[in-house]
C-alpha cells in the first residue's frame, strides 16, 4: 500500500495568515491526489482533486499542488471557518490511503 | 441535491457481525459510472477505505480486511449494505459512506459527498 504522511500533525495560525499543509506519498502518485476537510462534528468535505483542482463551492483562498511524491495544500487569508482537520488521499494505486491529518486551530 | 445517511446498530459484541446500511437519494447506483464506497474513521485518527460497490454490482474491497467484509445493494440501487464478520475491539469507529466522482476513469476515485456517519462502539 502507498504510505501518505502528512505534516505538521497539528498546526496553530492566526486569521489573515497564509497556512500551508505537505503530504508525502511513499512512490508517485502522478497527481492523483486529493484534500479533505473536516469540521470537528462533521463528516469529510472535498477540498482539492487532480492534486490543483477546486471542487464545486469551494472559496478560492484554498489551492493545492505538487507532483511526484510532494504535495501541498494552501489556505490564503486564513478564516475562523477554516478551523479544521484536512486529510490528504491517494488515488493512484489501489487501495486507496489516507494521510494521518493536519489538525489546523486559530492562535 | 446528493444525501447519503448510514445506519447501524450503535454497539455490538466482539466476535459478532457488524451489519452496515447507507440509504442515499439525489442519484442511483444504477446509473452508469457511479460507485458508493465504505470509509471508517476511529475517533481522533485518520480514514480508513474499506470496500465499494458500482452500477454494475462489482465490489472492491480493502485487501487487509478483505476476508472480513461483504459489500451489496439493493434491487432498488437506493441503498448499499456493509456486513463486517468477527469483530473486535478495533473495528470502533465512526463508519460513513461516500459517493465516488461519477465515471469511467480509473483515476476517479475520490470522494464529492459523503453521509454524516453511524458511530459503531465494539464491547463487552
Known amino acids: 500500500d502507498i504510505q501518505m504522511t502528512q505534516s505538521p500533525a497539528s498546526l496553530s495560525a492566526s486569521l489573515g495568515e497564509t497556512v500551508t499543509i505537505e503530504c508525502r506519498a511513499s512512490?508517485?502518485?502522478?497527481?492523483?491526489l486529493a484534500w479533505y476537510q473536516q469540521k470537528p462534528g462533521n463528516s469529510p468535505q472535498l477540498l482539492i482533486y487532480d492534486a490543483n483542482s477546486l471542487a464545486d463551492g469551494v472559496p478560492s483562498r484554498f489551492s493545492g499542488s505538487g507532483s511526484g511524491t510532494q504535495y501541498s495544500l494552501k489556505i490564503n487569508s486564513l478564516q475562523s471557518e477554516d478551523v479544521a482537520s484536512y486529510f490528504c488521499q491517494q488515488y493512484n494505486n489501489y487501495p486507496w490511503t489516507f494521510g494521518g491529518g493536519t489538525k489546523l486551530e486559530l492562535k | 441535491q446528493v444525501t447519503l445517511k448510514e445506519s447501524g446498530p450503535g454497539m455490538l459484541q466482539p466476535s459478532k457481525t457488524l451489519s452496515l446500511t447507507c440509504s442515499f437519494s439525489g442519484f442511483s447506483l444504477s446509473t452508469s459510472g457511479m460507485v458508493v464506497s465504505w470509509i471508517r474513521q476511529p475517533s481522533g485518527k485518520s480514514l480508513e477505505w474499506l470496500a465499494a460497490?458500482?452500477?454494475?454490482?462489482?465490489?472492491y474491497y480493502n485487501p487487509s480486511l478483505k476476508s472480513r467484509l461483504t459489500v451489496s445493494k439493493d434491487t432498488s440501487n437506493t441503498q448499499v449494505f456493509l456486513k463486517i464478520t468477527s469483530v473486535d475491539i478495533a473495528d470502533t469507529a465512526t463508519y460513513y459512506c461516500?459517493?465516488?466522482?461519477?465515471?469511467?476513469?480509473?483515476?476517479?476515485?475520490?470522494?464529492?459527498?459523503w453521509g454524516p456517519g453511524t458511530m459503531v462502539t465494539v464491547s463487552s
Open positions: 461516500a459517493r465516488r466522482r461519477r465515471g469511467y476513469s480509473a483515476h476517479y476515485w475520490y470522494f464529492d459527498f
Open positions: 512512490e508517485d502518485i502522478y497527481s492523483n
Open positions: 460497490i458500482d452500477w454494475d454490482g462489482d465490489k
